[in-house]
Every structure is written in structure tokens, then in C-alpha cells.
């Protein structure tokens, strides 16, 4: 009896081996058929926009360029230049200031900036707007004309909004980073809300996380609707003065049945530090998504953009 028992236990114990190596094969194979899948699904993001030329060379005479092709979650990498770099990023830190004023402000506030205030800190010195002027009209002089002033009374006010606290700037700073942290921007860092050179110090980003923000920016908020703007008119509260100013992205006006015409927005920035800086943000033909364009330390921030372009146009069909 004892020997059936022992007969009947090795066969049990042989099934339920059997039994686990082919759960064990069944895991395996659902395993590998879904990393084939992922591979086939990594395989569709990048095959648009198509490659129809084998040129590889561009020679782009700025410290940084990049540009990506992003549709949803899809995305293929088009050109890159040293697109990790650590570089001074100028005006285009006021893409950020932008991003925490509507996402943290109560935009249709007045800005509240009173007139001594104006007259007695130098950091007011281009400040072309009035004590009732809203917050959402002092987004026009900070993207539009790129206005160090408006982005100084922006961050200013932040202890209505952020934080009670006696240095509403630094407030402001400290939001900005943890923002970029947020948004994944590895490599940025910035030390104040306009992009100018602080006693040696720098806001500095990547090509790569500058697209990044961009991204951001275009997804979640309605910033590009100013950005594609050639210029403004802020006027007083009484209606009968106003301050006109017109876009620093001179993209906006050579559009010449190419692909400057399906310019969405851009931000440019220069300081003797970081040179010419300049993103673009175009819509690919029939709205099948986007190209994000970025150009940090050139001499020409224009002509390289023009450059890179030009060559991803030639590279790809879209």
C-alpha cells in the first residue's frame, strides 16, 4: 500500500512539474509576443514622417540645434546637434514666467503695479503699462516684444497668487524650477524669470528640454495664440493711450508660400552669454501634428533655424 502511495505521490508531483513548465513556456510567450508588439508599435512612431533623401550633412553653425516631429504621444527625431548641451537659453526662459502666470494666476487681476514702484526700481525701466492693466494683457509685452519689465512686474505679484511672503521674485524663480522638474526638463536651471544675465549667473536649459517645454506649452496652454502674433497694441483703461510693440520672431513676417507659413509660435532671446536663441513651432501639413525646431548659441539664430529647416523639408516628406 505504502508503494502505491509512493507511486501515486511521484506521479502527482510529475504532473504539477509538467504543469508549471508549461505555465513557465505560456508566460514566457505571452511575454515575447508582447514585446513584439511594443517593437511593432515603436516601429509605427517613427515611420512618418517618411525619409526620401540619403543626405546626411548640414552643417549648422550654432552650439545647439534640434528638431522633432511630435503627433500625440509619437514622436521621430529629424536633426540634432549636440542636443544635451548645457547652454545659456536668454529670452525663452519667458516661456516658463508665461506658463506659471496662467497656471497660478488669476489672469483678469488687475497687475497693480503702482506708479512709484515704476519710477523708483530700475528693473521697471521698459514698464509701458498701467496700475489696471490685467495680467492677461501684460502676457502680450512678455512673449510678444520679449519685455524684461513685464516679466519682472509678473513675478513681482506672485505673493497674490504663489505664497505670502516678502520676496514674491524668488517665490516666482522657485515655482519656475519646480515647474521644469515637473514637466521633465533635466538639464535646466533657472535664476531668474527673464532670461538676462544676473552678475555672472545664467538661466540654462538643453535643445532638448527647450522642445520639451515647448511641447508642454503648445499642449496645455493657450500661450501660442500669442506667440503667432506679428504685434499689439496695450491700452490704457481710459481707451485713449496705448503702447504698440511687434514680435521679435522675424519669421512672422517673411512668409512666402513656404513653410513660414505654417509658423504657430516661436520665442526668441540674446545675451552676450548665451547669443542667438530661437524656437519654432510649425504645424506639418494636413494637421498631422507638429515640427518643434530649436536653435541655442548662434550668431545668425535666423539663418540656422532657415538652414535646418530647409533640410528637414528636403529630408522627410510629410
Known sequence: MKER????????????????????????????IQENEEEQEKEVVISYPKKVSGSESLEI???????????????????????????????????????????????????????????MQ?????????????ISEMLYPLLIESNNSAAFA???ISNRFLDETKKPVEVFVRKMNEKGSEIGLKDTKFINQSGLDDNGRVNYSTAEDIARMAIYALSETDIFEIL????????SP???????????NDFLFTAENGWEERIIGGKTGWTYKA?????????????????VNVILGADDRFL????MINFVYETYQF
Open 5 to 32: 502511495e509512493r507511486i501515486l505521490v511521484s506521479v502527482l508531483i510529475g504532473v504539477v512539474a509538467i504543469l508549471l513548465l508549461g505555465l513557465a513556456f505560456s508566460n514566457k510567450e505571452e511575454k515575447n
Open 61 to 119: 553653425d550654432a552650439a545647439a540645434a534640434f528638431s522633432i516631429y511630435i503627433n500625440g504621444d509619437d514622436y521621430k527625431v529629424l536633426y540634432e546637434k549636440n542636443p544635451q548641451l548645457v547652454l545659456p537659453i536668454a529670452s525663452i526662459t519667458k516661456i516658463m514666467t508665461a506658463i506659471i502666470v496662467v497656471e497660478n494666476y488669476d489672469i483678469e487681476q488687475p497687475v497693480g503695479v503702482k506708479e512709484e514702484k515704476v519710477l
Open 122 to 134: 530700475t528693473e521697471f525701466r521698459d514698464f509701458r503699462a498701467w496700475e489696471e492693466t490685467r
Open 154 to 156: 509678473l513675478a513681482s
Open 228 to 235: 503667432s502674433m506679428r504685434d499689439y497694441r496695450l491700452y
Open 238 to 248: 481710459s481707451g485713449y493711450a496705448y503702447y504698440s510693440f511687434s514680435n521679435t
Open 275 to 291: 547669443l542667438g536663441c530661437l524656437f519654432l513651432v510649425l504645424e506639418v501639413p494636413e494637421g498631422e501634428g507638429y515640427l
Open 304 to 307: 540656422e533655424m532657415k538652414k
